[in-house]
């Protein structure tokens, strides 16, 4: 017993740090953050020695699976290189919202005829026009002289609705004969019949609110800026969220780069162009030569060519815009392996991290796409190794005993879990992020394989946009994958179990057990994302606000482009089921009452306890639809998730597994 608590004497120490120290400090403090990741990577630093000295040097040359423990042993130093990164990065963080309050005072105190002159960019390629309109509507919206602004639609497809759609509106409709070069071709060609001072580049299916220039460009008063970035959020669910069950309750995969990984690039000045949302000055555009054409992620290469020129990328995290996540699992990997042959892409360019002039060592290593290159081959390693011992009996490493084990290695995962938990409290829960992982390896490590060894053979592909998901899908694939795997695992247990079919003897037989257990969980998890649940097209947002139905006051809880959900003292009678919708700052709107729930709320602003929820549906078509995309999508609502509610978050997988949520 005593040998057991001396070896969870680490563990205990890496608690007690956390609860003495970090969980007690401001995680907005730099010193903070520091000490923190510097102290996590001191117990790294301490299991790697302890894996080379003890468990890979006295492993026997003449032993069939000394090549495995070597290999496996390469895999923990690129896996530990990648962590060792992260912590540099997340040892600062910078919000630049009072830098923007204070710049924005001394930018904008000038005559109007002074401000510099805007153009927008909405690339555009295949896109329906209700995934168009609100990006379009928004741009014409924002807040800035309008004769210094300018609306570009570069349109791919050359399309006459499209263009006379545009004209109707006061934008400007832009093509070209060919597609060459794609999204960059595209907007190269937009800069040649553009004269802006500075170029916003919003995709398609992102709308910009109605401040983002009042937001960016006061950055530009510094000359060497010449790209300021914004975070990317969405108004829909994306295909994580969705296909778990865990819509309003678990935020979108991306939160955890934009919303705190991109804020600690940019203190260290490595942040990076993502494309939309962003807005750069012509003048750093045309000194690298317009967009590069050479990789299909032309943001990343945008802010390494400016980087070599001598330009920086600024990056502000408030929310300044609002798009369409992903809307399947086809567009979930069309997206992320673009992004993923992109990166990797930039290391055999000459402006690349590892040849580009001007770049500092430092930003050489941190722009290296050491991420998309390390995660996928850990995490596969991962699922694989307790597989091998199960059935073959090779160990993973030289054996010592389950106390040097639980002494070494436990310490280093507490200390990594306990470290994400509080610098990124309301974006990361290890066995979810660690299914999401293992869901995307079997798609993803092919495509990190192929982009190494042939990283221009893929051509430039549109994540689509519009699709919905309004019929359940299935990833066959992917699901294949898991399913064998975690009946490999479990049937490698099983035999083991038995007496006469067992063949693993020693101390690594518990850890094997327990590893393949945690291996199966996630497994599972993953498993759900396969299953894609009906989504319907249409996007509603949650508010509470003033309505008139009939003469019948109300509150409008929910409101689409489409359709409204008011709420209305129980008992309430319509003659028809036709009415009139009033909303503050609307012409009445003649809408469909197609259903009546009945529901107790715990709070009304009526004083009723009980309230009738009217379905209205309604079709808005010219000034007053555009009217109420600007007030829907321009920054007054939105649909994050601020906070995990654990509980929630359990309970909705557990019904997720037998086909079922509950409604949030």
Not at 193 to 211: K, L, Q, T
Not at 246 to 261: A, G, K, M, V
Not at 307 to 322: A, I, P, Q
Not at 629 to 635: A, D, E, F, H, S
Request: net charge neutral; with cysteine.
């Amino acid at each position: 017993m005593v040998q057991h608590l001396v070896a969870l004497a680490p563990t205990f120490l890496v608690l007690a740090f956390f609860f003495l120290g970090p969980f007690n400090w401001s995680r907005s403090n730099t010193w903070a953050r520091a000490i923190t990741c510097a102290f996590v990577a001191a117990v790294a630093l301490r299991y790697m020695v302890w894996r080379f000295v003890e468990t890979v040097l006295p492993f026997p040359n003449d032993e069939p699976g000394l090549y495995w423990v070597w290999f496996l042993f390469i895999v923990e130093i690129l896996a530990v290189f990648e962590v060792v990164l992260f912590l540099i990065l997340m040892s600062r963080n910078v919000d630049r919202s009072a830098e923007a309050d204070r710049l924005a005072l001394t930018f904008f105190d000038r005559d109007v005829d002074e401000l510099p002159t805007v153009d927008i960019f909405i690339p555009t390629y295949n896109e329906p026009l209700d995934v168009l309109e609100r990006t379009i509507i928004g741009a014409l919206s924002l807040d800035y002289p309008a004769h210094k602004l300018k609306v570009f639609v570069l349109d791919d497809q050359r399309r006459d609705w499209l263009k006379a759609y545009c004209e109707a509106r006061g934008a400007i409709h832009v093509t070209r004969p060919d597609n060459t070069h794609a999204k960059a071709g595209n907007m190269n060609n937009g800069l040649k019949v553009s004269s802006g001072d500075f170029v916003a580049i919003f995709d398609a299916d992102f709308v910009p609110y109605r401040h983002f220039l009042r937001r960016t460009l006061p950055f530009f008063s510094d000359e060497s800026i010449g790209i300021v970035q914004t975070p990317q959020h969405f108004f829909n669910t994306d295909p994580v969220q969705s296909n778990l069950g865990l819509e309003n309750i678990w935020p979108d995969e991306q939160r955890l780069f934009f919303d705190e990984i991109a804020p600690s690039r940019d203190v260290w000045d490595v942040s990076f162009c993502c494309g939309s949302c962003s807005i750069a000055r012509r003048k750093a555009i045309e000194a690298i030569g317009g967009f590069p054409t050479e990789s299909i992620t032309e943001d990343l290469l945008t802010t390494l060519a400016m980087l070599n020129k001598g330009y920086k990328t600024r990056y502000l995290n408030e929310r300044l815009s609002m798009g369409l996540a992903a809307e399947n699992l086809t567009g979930y990997f069309v997206q992320r392996e673009r992004w993923c042959q992109g990166g990797i892409q930039t290391l055999y360019l000459p402006n690349g991290p590892l040849r580009g002039p001007g770049l500092s060592l430092f930003q050489r290593v941190m722009f290296l796409p050491v991420s998309w290159l390390v995660q996928y081959l850990v995490r596969f390693s991962i699922l694989v190794v307790p597989i091998i011992y199960l059935w073959f009996g090779v160990l993973p490493l030289y054996f010592t005993s389950a106390d040097d084990y639980v002494s070494h290695q436990v310490p280093v995962l507490t200390a990594y879990f306990l470290l994400m938990l509080w610098i990124t409290p309301t974006r990361y829960l290890p066995l979810i992020s660690s299914a999401v992982g293992a869901f995307a390896t079997f798609r993803m490590l092919p495509t990190v394989i192929s982009s190494l060894v042939r990283p221009f053979d893929k051509p430039f592909r549109v994540t689509p946009k519009g699709s919905g998901n309004e019929a359940g899908g299935f990833d066959r694939y992917t699901f294949a994958w898991i399913a064998s795997l975690t009946t490999i695992t479990a049937l490698g247990l099983l035999i083991n179990v038995v007496p006469e079919t067992s063949h693993i003897t020693g101390q690594f037989s518990p850890v094997a057990v327990f590893w393949s257990g945690i291996n199966i969980v996630v497994l599972a998890i993953a498993s759900l994302i396969c299953f894609e649940k009906p989504r319907r097209l249409f996007h509603a947002f949650k508010l509470d606000e003033p309505a008139n139905v009939d003469g019948v006051r109300g509150r409008v809880v929910s409101l689409a482009l489409d359709k409204a959900v008011v709420t209305v003292p129980a008992g309430t009678r319509f003659q028809s089921e036709t009415v009139t919708l009033s909303l503050d700052g609307f012409e009445p709107i003649r809408a469909e009452l197609r259903q009546v729930t009945q529901r107790r709320r715990s709070i009304s602003r009526t004083g009723d306890k009980q309230s009738y929820f009217l379905h209205l549906h309604f079709d808005l078509a010219g000034q007053e639809r555009d009217k109420l995309i600007v007030k829907l999508y321009t920054g007054r609502y939105s649909q994050d998730v601020p906070d995990i509610d654990k509980v929630a978050v359990s309970i909705n997988l557990f019904l997720r597994t037998f086909g079922r949520t509950r409604g949030l």
